[in-house]
C-alpha cells in the first residue's frame, strides 16, 4: 500500500489568533502573534511592536568593526552563525579585552559595558545580537 505524501502547511510568516491554554482546564492566556524569520539575510529580527528585546542579524565584512558602543541597562546575547568575530571590551582607562568566537558559539555581554564587534579574519562574519 503506497502512503500519500504529507504536505507542507502553507502557514503565513505571521500567525495572529494563536490561543493557548494556562493554568489548567478552560483557562486560557491572552491572543498573541507569531512572528517567524529566516536567518540568511541581515536585518531585524523581533517585531516593531516587541515589548523589550531587540534583535538583527548581522553581516561584518572581513576586516571590519562595529563601532564602540554600550547597551546601556540591557543585556547582549551575541550568537556567531557563521565565520569568527572577535568581542572588545573596554573598562574607562583599562586595557582591551578580547574575546574569540566561531560560528556555533556564543558571547554574553552584560549591562553597560563598552564593547565592539570585530571581524579578525578574512573572510564574512554573521551573527545574531539579542539585546533585552
Known sequence: MASTPR???AEPAAISGVERRA??????AAVGRITRRGLRRPGKLIPPDAARLKSRVIRLPAGQAIE??????????????EGTI????QAAGARVRRTRAAAGHSLFVPPQ????????????????????
Open 7 to 9: 504536505r507542507r502547511s
Open 23 to 28: 493554568g489548567g482546564p478552560g483557562a486560557r
Open 68 to 81: 564602540w558602543h554600550s547597551t546601556k541597562e540591557r543585556e547582549e546575547l551575541i550568537i556567531v552563525l
Open 86 to 89: 572577535e568581542l572588545e571590551r
Open 113 to 132: 559595558v563598552m564593547h565592539r564587534v570585530v571581524n579578525p579574519t578574512g573572510r564574512v562574519a554573521r551573527y545574531i545580537y539579542v539585546t533585552g
